[in-house]
């Protein structure tokens, strides 16, 4: 899937801006026939959540259904155009109605959906535009959703949340990421996929497959520009499918010192004519497992920086450009040089983003908390249709350097996950993701409840761990816990000799609470915290970074354990700084794995 853009064969009508809406609790909207149009005096946001931006009316942990309207008029120039009807991310199942007649689903959030819509719309006039979303989930969707019926039936009241989550972050509901009216010929440029490989010090290779939706008989142009240098071949294609293949000498290699980005023209050609055109940056690097060290262009490179949520105040999860800026420039300031999507896919704005920035990125798709017990045939499919959908969106950014198929299963410490059923699981999800892309490391971040024997660590490049001895476990006790921690660690490296990454580790703190002495919550005990793990991390020759949780401040459902928010940022939910953004900023002004 192609991100959108504006050219001569392809246009782009932004349609966020304010919609109609209304809250469907009891499911009638179908009955009822709201997808022919309807006005409730109620209008909301898009792309925005609506939880904050809708609290008044009773709408901050409304999780169900609800509809989003809007009259929107089609261009008479998209009378000769494929038309498409595209959403960043909804999240996380939706329907569609074009003018009263339904156009189609999707039950996959945080990715984008595309529907043509040409049989519903006449250009020159206008549509409205009718979208039921639903934020409810179950056990076999990604992330896998729970009642409170069966927290209580489990018997685990104290672990209950209001609204029930299996994972410590906001369902938010809504439109998410930008909606949009996409234009391309009839016959036209479906996918690029690029390859890059570093032949020497000078010299680089590109491999690129192209798709096109047709299987005439037409002809591939294909360009490497950078300023007023161009590389240009033309080949034929065969069944829909053509590959190109250029040597760049005197190649700039992409880098987090160096992000430099070439451009990828492609021209598709019937006989003379150019019948459509795409251009897409790209950058040409290497990533590599070596040993125990992650190598970037063939030098060894550690990771430093956090686990993130999009997340802020009133727009929830929803995509709001100065504040990626914002977050962007915070990481460059506290010296930081990448960041897991945990736990989901992030906005393709943020991917193209951190390829301009030079940012490393560990992209994961959702399934968090994956508990096995409910785990089915089904979910495995939607598991795989996550993996499908995000490799295909995030391939050609140079800035994602590994795939997190998962994060934290087992995390209700089920002894039935070790009776093979997992590890079957996870071998087919590893050997699905490694078919679609083997040049990505593949991890999955492992929590304390499933252990040294996870059979994540079985299949994974790379052992994530997501650790919090002296909070959750050994509370304010850093002693004890980094001591347990350091044996733990070598027990694992030991058993699967594989290179460690610390994805999570971190305490909630809160802003202005100080103390003299050890105490949990307080800024100061966030520092030590935070440098007594980096300190042990360091001290391990088969450690490759450190991302600290969180980067900021974020809402979460309600729980005792939470007040609003967890305050594990090193920056408060409005990116004000907490003592221990100042830490890290010194700590990793050093770009290599030093000691402290």
């Not at 299987?215 to 360009?223: F, H």
């Not at 934290?408 to 996950?417: C, I, R, T």
């Not at 009776?419 to 971040?445: C, H, L, M, Q």
């Not at 103390?515 to 440098?531: D, K, N």
């Given at each position: 899937?192609?991100?959108?853009?504006?050219?001569?064969?392809?246009n782009?009508?932004?349609?966020?801006?304010?919609?109609?809406?209304?809250?469907?609790?009891?499911?009638?909207?179908?009955?009822?026939?709201?997808?022919?149009?309807?006005?409730?005096?109620?209008?909301?946001?898009?792309?925005?959540?609506?939880?904050?931006?809708?609290?008044?009316?009773?709408?901050?942990?409304?999780v169900?259904?609800?509809?989003?309207?809007?009259k929107?008029?089609?261009?008479?120039?998209?009378?000769?155009?494929?038309?498409?009807?595209?959403?960043?991310?909804?999240?996380?199942?939706?329907?569609?109605?074009?003018?009263?007649?339904?156009?189609?689903?999707?039950?996959?959030?945080?990715?984008?959906?595309?529907?043509?819509?040409?049989?519903f719309?006449?250009?020159?006039?206008?549509?409205?535009?009718?979208?039921?979303?639903?934020?409810?989930?179950?056990?076999?969707?990604?992330?896998?959703?729970?009642?409170?019926?069966?927290?209580?039936?489990?018997?685990?009241?104290?672990?209950?949340?209001?609204?029930?989550?299996?994972?410590?972050?906001?369902?938010?509901?809504?439109?998410?990421?930008?909606?949009?009216?996409v234009?391309?010929?009839?016959?036209?440029?479906?996918?690029?996929?690029?390859?890059?490989?570093i032949?020497?010090?000078?010299?680089?290779?590109?491999?690129?497959?192209?798709?096109?939706?047709?299987?005439?008989?037409?002809?591939?142009?294909?360009?490497?520009?950078?300023?007023?240098?161009?590389l240009?071949?033309?080949?034929?294609?065969?069944?829909?499918?053509?590959?190109?293949?250029f040597?760049?000498?005197?190649?700039k290699?992409?880098?987090?010192?160096?992000p430099?980005?070439?451009?990828?023209?492609?021209?598709?050609?019937?006989?003379?004519?150019?019948?459509?055109?795409?251009k897409?940056?790209?950058?040409?690097?290497?990533?590599?497992?070596?040993?125990?060290?992650?190598?970037?262009?063939?030098?060894?490179?550690?990771?430093?920086?956090?686990?993130?949520?999009?997340?802020?105040?009133?727009?929830?999860?929803?995509?709001?450009?100065?504040?990626?800026?914002k977050?962007?420039?915070?990481?460059?300031?506290?010296?930081?040089?990448?960041?897991?999507?945990?736990?989901?896919?992030?906005?393709?704005?943020?991917?193209?983003?951190?390829?301009?920035?030079?940012?490393?990125?560990?992209?994961?798709?959702?399934?968090?908390?994956?508990?096995?017990?409910?785990?089915?045939?089904?979910?495995?499919?939607?598991?795989?249709?996550?993996?499908?959908?995000l490799?295909?969106?995030?391939?050609?950014?140079?800035?994602?350097?590994?795939?997190?198929?998962?994060?934290?299963?087992?995390?209700?410490?089920?002894?039935?996950?070790?009776?093979?059923?997992?590890?079957?699981?996870?071998?087919?999800?590893?050997?699905?993701?490694?078919?679609?892309?083997?040049?990505?490391?593949?991890?999955?971040?492992?929590?304390?409840?499933?252990?040294?024997?996870?059979?994540?660590?079985?299949?994974?490049?790379?052992?994530?761990?997501?650790?919090?001895?002296g909070?959750y476990?050994?509370?304010?006790?850093?002693?004890?816990?980094?001591?347990?921690?350091?044996?733990?660690?070598?027990?694992?490296?030991?058993?699967?000799?594989?290179?460690?990454?610390?994805?999570?580790?971190?305490?909630?703190?809160?802003?202005?609470?100080?103390?003299?002495?050890?105490?949990?919550?307080?800024?100061?005990?966030?520092?030590?915290?935070?440098?007594?793990?980096?300190?042990?991390?360091?001290?391990?020759?088969?450690?490759?970074?450190?991302?600290?949780?969180?980067?900021?401040?974020?809402?979460?459902p309600?729980?005792?354990?939470?007040?609003?928010?967890?305050?594990?940022?090193?920056?408060?939910?409005?990116?004000?700084?907490k003592?221990?953004?100042?830490?890290?900023?010194?700590?990793?002004?050093?770009?290599?794995?030093?000691?402290?």
């Amino acid at each position: 899937m192609l991100y959108p853009l504006v050219n001569n064969f392809r246009n782009v009508l932004d349609l966020s801006g304010i919609w109609e809406f209304k809250t469907d609790p009891k499911k009638i909207g179908e009955r009822e026939k709201w997808f022919k149009g309807f006005n409730t005096g109620t209008t909301i946001a898009v792309p925005g959540s609506w939880n904050e931006q809708l609290e008044e009316l009773g709408l901050l942990h409304y999780v169900g259904s609800a509809w989003y309207s809007k009259k929107v008029f089609i261009p008479s120039e998209y009378e000769s155009k494929r038309i498409i009807l595209r959403i960043g991310s909804i999240d996380y199942n939706s329907k569609f109605w074009i003018n009263g007649k339904f156009a189609g689903e999707n039950k996959v959030g945080f990715l984008p959906i595309e529907l043509e819509i040409n049989d519903f719309v006449v250009p020159g006039k206008e549509a409205i535009i009718v979208i039921m979303v639903n934020n409810e989930l179950s056990d076999e969707t990604l992330p896998q959703g729970i009642t409170s019926k069966r927290f209580r039936d489990e018997k685990r009241l104290r672990d209950e949340t209001n609204p029930p989550t299996r994972y410590d972050f906001s369902p938010y509901g809504g439109i998410h990421r930008t909606i949009q009216l996409v234009t391309t010929p009839h016959c036209y440029i479906k996918q690029i996929k690029i390859d890059t490989k570093i032949l020497n010090n000078r010299n680089g290779l590109v491999n690129a497959e192209i798709i096109i939706n047709s299987k005439k008989s037409l002809v591939i142009s294909a360009q490497i520009i950078s300023g007023k240098k161009v590389l240009s071949q033309k080949t034929s294609l065969n069944s829909g499918k053509a590959k190109v293949k250029f040597e760049i000498s005197n190649c700039k290699f992409w880098s987090i010192d160096n992000p430099f980005l070439y451009d990828l023209k492609i021209e598709l050609l019937d006989e003379k004519n150019i019948i459509d055109e795409y251009k897409t940056p790209f950058g040409v690097r290497e990533v590599v497992i070596s040993g125990n060290k992650l190598l970037l262009n063939g030098k060894e490179i550690y990771l430093k920086g956090f686990g993130k949520h999009e997340d802020f105040s009133v727009i929830g999860k929803g995509l709001f450009l100065p504040l990626m800026v914002k977050d962007f420039e915070l990481m460059k300031w506290i010296n930081a040089n990448s960041f897991r999507t945990s736990h989901y896919p992030y906005s393709e704005e943020m991917m193209f983003y951190a390829d301009r920035k030079g940012f490393l990125v560990i992209d994961e798709v959702p399934a968090v908390s994956l508990d096995f017990r409910y785990v089915n045939g089904n979910t495995l499919k939607t598991h795989k249709e996550h993996i499908t959908r995000l490799i295909d969106r995030d391939y050609n950014h140079p800035s994602v350097i590994m795939w997190a198929v998962g994060n934290e299963p087992n995390l209700v410490g089920d002894k039935n996950y070790y009776n093979g059923s997992a590890k079957k699981y996870w071998k087919e999800i590893f050997g699905f993701t490694k078919k679609i892309d083997s040049s990505r490391p593949i991890t999955v971040p492992n929590c304390t409840r499933a252990g040294v024997n996870d059979p994540v660590f079985e299949f994974s490049d790379v052992l994530s761990l997501n650790r919090y001895y002296g909070w959750y476990e050994y509370p304010g006790n850093l002693d004890e816990a980094t001591s347990i921690l350091s044996k733990e660690m070598d027990t694992i490296f030991n058993k699967y000799k594989k290179p460690i990454l610390f994805t999570e580790f971190g305490v909630d703190t809160m802003p202005g609470l100080h103390s003299i002495s050890t105490q949990m919550f307080t800024e100061e005990y966030q520092q030590q915290f935070l440098e007594a793990y980096i300190n042990l991390i360091r001290s391990k020759k088969y450690t490759i970074g450190e991302h600290v949780w969180n980067f900021a401040d974020f809402r979460t459902p309600q729980h005792f354990r939470r007040v609003v928010l967890n305050l594990k940022g090193v920056f408060n939910r409005n990116r004000e700084p907490k003592s221990a953004a100042f830490l890290l900023k010194r700590i990793w002004q050093n770009p290599s794995k030093n000691k402290l």
